[in-house]
């Protein structure tokens, strides 16, 4: 069941993904062979750096004791150089493979920060929040397109807090549920539109596990989570974690938060990175523990 789940989600990012990809332009090709350039003089840079400590100096004796070379001669100083430098950059590599592998977000608008907030009013009853500030570098703006994942027992509402917007759900059949904001306004390039979405949430079942996440797929000066328990509710640690995707949170950095005394915990990430996925989670008696399950709200 698990893997289904996994595999599930991969097939709902990459079909996001996919209609996220721009077409090519001078822009992108510029910034790969700068990219490949930066490599190259990183990877040259360490190379001296090694030489000035001496690694080069040993690599060149490893290879006079292996083989016919002599000594200080061209060839073999040229040869241990080359091995080292083939060395640093498969290193290079094997970090940047770490790095999830995202096409580019479209120019349509930027989000300038987005507050994610989960509050309990009882352990059934919650209210769920997405707070956006998006700034508009396109010619023309009317709608907002984003996704959202409950296994709660139902979504009891979902509405924006301008009264002038229109919330349609555009898929549900997919791991993640897709809806629009329609602003019934053309926002033009430069504005600033700011917004909130809002569901009320059902888990009388007590099945949704506890934790708020998200997936960064647009560049973002600021993302922020914000939880707060019922009143007397068990208030523990939290865990705020960051990883490739939500499949690999084996490989997840984490850091330990703590609930205040009115059962609050926040988390503030600036300028998070690209493609990854940031996760708020919680533990208690009267929560599932969380696991390596995708059940919450993201």
């Known amino acids: 069941m698990r893997n289904r789940k996994i595999s599930q989600e991969y097939a709902a990012l990459k079909e996001i993904r996919a209609q996220a990809t721009p077409k090519l332009t001078r822009k992108k090709y510029g910034r790969f ?17 090694l030489a000035s400590l001496g690694v080069t100096s040993l690599l060149q004796a490893a290879i006079l004791h292996y083989t016919n ?26 970090v940047r493979s770490r790095r999830p592998d995202l096409p580019a977000p479209p120019g349509d608008y930027q989000i300038e920060t987005l ?17 956006f500030r998006i700034k508009v570098s396109t ?24 009264p002038h917007h229109t919330i349609a759900i555009t898929d549900e059949a997919s791991f993640y549920s897709q809806y629009e904001v329609s602003f019934n306004h ?28 998200r997936q960064v797929n647009r560049p973002q000066k600021e993302l ?14 939290a865990i705020g974690q960051v990883s490739v995707s939500s499949a690999d949170r084996a490989h997840a950095n984490q850091i330990f938060l703590a609930f205040d005394d009115d059962g609050v915990v926040s988390w503030t990430i600036p300028r998070p990175l690209l493609g990854y996925y940031y996760e708020l989670r919680w533990s208690g008696p009267d929560w599932i523990s969380s696991g390596n399950n995708n059940k919450g709200q993201s």
């Not at 507050?115 to 707070?131: A, F, G, L, T």
């Not at 079942?205 to 934790?211: N, S, T």
């Open 33 to 49: 062979i700068l990219d490949r350039i930066v490599g190259w003089l990183v990877g040259t840079a360490l190379n001296m750096v």
């Open 69 to 94: 070379l002599i000594p200080n001669d061209p060839a073999t100083i040229a040869l241990s150089a080359g091995i080292t430098f083939i060395v640093i950059f498969g290193l290079l590599i094997l």
């Open 115 to 131: 507050k994610i907030q989960m509050e309990y009013r009882s352990r059934e009853d919650i209210v769920y929040s997405r707070s």
């Open 139 to 162: 010619d023309s703006l009317d709608c907002f397109r984003d996704t959202f994942h409950w296994t709660g027992k139902r979504v009891n509402s979902m509405q924006s807090s301008d």
């Open 186 to 213: 053309n926002y033009k390039e430069g504005d600033v539109v700011d917004f909130t979405i809002t569901w009320e949430l059902d888990d009388s079942d007590r099945v949704a596990r506890p934790f708020v996440a």
């Open 224 to 237: 922020s989570f914000f939880v707060k328990l019922y009143p007397n509710a068990y208030e523990g640690m």
